[in-house]
């Protein structure tokens, strides 16, 4: 059986471009991994009662939180440079190496410790990809907190790429393929 043509080879590079020579680095992972080095905006968990046209309101505030934490830290943490790892079937927020809490480099190892993860859940539960029309390089996806129990919460989380086209999914077969 023949691949999607999402994963083959291709002329132009992966609309998430993974992280160069990750997939060889020993002790990163299994080699089928894919790593995307983003910056977590942030999340949240949605009310019942919020609608599709909704969201793009509820990304901008995400993000505005991040960039405004309020004093007495009651403020959403600053984003932070993080990498998204695929490997299947799990997808896996992780601290990028050599990145500390604001995105500055650290005295950190350049490997970062599998171990330790932002959170971690099953991609099949992603239920929506959504992407910012206005700034391209914002997306974001909703996935159910407790995917087995009909009533859960979604909780959506917010990325911020380096480059537009790291966050298109109409591109060359990205998440949306």
Same mark, same amino acid.
């Given at each position: 059986?023949?691949?999607?043509?999402?994963?083959?080879?291709?002329?132009?590079?992966?609309?998430?471009?993974?992280?160069?020579?990750?997939p060889?680095?020993?002790?990163?992972?299994?080699?089928?991994?894919?790593?995307?080095?983003?910056?977590?905006?942030?999340?949240?968990?949605?009310?019942?009662?919020?609608?599709?046209?909704?969201?793009?309101?509820?990304?901008?505030e995400?993000?505005?939180?991040?960039?405004?934490?309020?004093?007495?830290?009651?403020?959403?943490?600053?984003?932070?440079?993080?990498?998204?790892?695929?490997?299947?079937?799990?997808?896996?927020?992780? $601290?990028?190496?050599g990145?500390?809490?604001?995105?500055?480099?650290?005295?950190? +190892? !350049?490997? *970062? /410790?599998? &171990?330790?993860?932002?959170?971690?859940?099953?991609?099949?539960h992603?239920?929506?990809?959504?992407?910012?029309?206005h700034?391209?390089?914002?997306?974001?996806?909703?996935?159910?907190?407790? $995917?087995?129990?009909?009533?859960?919460?979604?909780?959506?989380?917010?990325?911020? +790429? !380096?480059? *537009? /086209?790291? &966050?298109?999914?109409?591109?060359?077969?990205?998440?949306?393929?």
């Amino acid at each position: 059986m023949e691949p999607p043509s999402c994963i083959q080879d291709e002329p132009f590079p992966h609309p998430l471009e993974p992280e160069p020579g990750s997939p060889a680095q020993p002790g990163s992972g299994k080699p089928g991994d894919k790593r995307f080095r983003l910056w977590y905006v942030g999340g949240s968990c949605l009310d019942h009662r919020t609608t599709l046209p909704m969201l793009p309101w509820l990304m901008a505030e995400i993000r505005r939180r991040s960039q405004k934490p309020e004093a007495g830290g009651c403020g959403a943490p600053a984003a932070r440079e993080v990498l998204l790892v695929l490997s299947a079937p799990f997808l896996r927020c992780i $601290p990028a190496p050599g990145a500390g809490a604001a995105g500055s480099a650290g005295p950190a +190892a !350049t490997q *970062p /410790n599998p &171990a330790v993860f932002i959170f971690e859940h099953k991609a099949q539960h992603i239920s929506r990809f959504i992407h910012n029309s206005h700034d391209l390089t914002y997306f974001a996806y909703l996935i159910k907190a407790q $995917p087995d129990d009909p009533e859960s919460q979604m909780a959506c989380h917010v990325f911020r +790429a !380096t480059d *537009p /086209n790291q &966050a298109s999914p109409g591109r060359g077969g990205g998440p949306g393929c």
